[in-house]
């Protein structure tokens, strides 16, 4: 069964600094996606980036990229240029290309941004 | 194009009885997935259901159950409530070709007293 592991429980950075956030996951998979969501206050999960594992080139998406590295099972990402809406809990998502839409999630990181 | 919403936002209910609740996914979207929400236990894959079959199942109870309806909305059904059950459900749809990311719905707070 496939595993995502979110090993920083908090998180938190000065506004416009930048902050990495951390993801290892399990598979024997070949290809599969990984995608890091963004769960505000009010609860509304929001996906931030996607990651197909046959792509080598990491995903990017205005200040916020991941650093993938596939043999390490790493899926980490870094926010840039910190905002106070950047506040949320940030979950680690990784699912199969083929056949049903399962999501498995990591446990989560709350991100706190300092003004 | 409207996102996907899910009824009621809110619910409380007593250990015993059972609830449904209601997912309307986005316009063209035909799977629509489901997940638990709990703070000890995260977020846990419930079903997912695709032209009106359930294509996958997570590991919960046979007091969980779903169905879709010929318009893509999804419902689902816990009976003999627990108060374990208390937590906040997601609904997220998605297009079936690519690219097919899961969008989600604002969820809907179940409290079992």
């Known amino acids: 069964a496939q595993t995502v592991t979110q090993s920083q429980p908090e998180m938190s950075v000065q506004e416009a600094e930048t902050v990495t956030l951390s993801c290892t996951y399990d598979?024997?998979?070949?290809?599969?996606?990984l995608f890091w969501y963004k769960q505000p206050p009010s609860r509304q999960m929001i996906l931030v980036i996607r990651?197909?594992?046959?792509?080598?080139q990491n995903a990017t998406e205005n200040r916020f990229s991941v650093n993938f590295q596939k043999a390490a099972k790493s899926f980490s990402l870094k926010i840039s240029d910190s905002q106070l809406g950047d506040a949320a809990m940030y979950f680690c998502?990784?699912?199969?290309?083929?056949?049903?839409?399962?999501?498995?999630f990591g446990q989560g990181t709350r991100l706190t941004i300092n003004p | 194009k409207a996102g996907v919403t899910q009824t009621p936002r809110y619910l409380i209910k007593t250990r015993g009885q059972q609830v449904t609740l209601s997912c309307s996914p986005i316009?063209?979207?035909?799977?629509v997935s489901w997940y638990q929400q709990t703070p000890g236990q995260g977020l846990q894959f419930l079903f997912e259901?695709?032209?009106?079959?359930?294509?996958n199942k997570g590991n919960f109870p046979g007091r969980f159950s779903g169905r879709q309806f010929s318009n893509s909305r999804s419902e689902m059904n816990v009976s003999t409530l627990e108060l374990g059950d208390s937590a906040l459900y997601l609904c997220?749809?998605?297009?079936?070709?690519?690219?097919?990311?899961?969008?989600f719905g604002p969820g809907t707070r179940l409290t079992v007293l």
């Open positions: 316009s063209g979207h035909r799977s």
């Open positions: 998502a990784y699912r199969k290309v083929q056949g049903a839409q399962k999501l498995v």
């Open positions: 598979t024997s998979e070949s290809d599969y996606y």
């Open positions: 990651q197909e594992a046959y792509k080598q």
């Open positions: 997220a749809s998605s297009y079936s070709g690519d690219p097919n990311e899961q969008f």
């Open positions: 259901y695709f032209s009106e079959t359930q294509r």
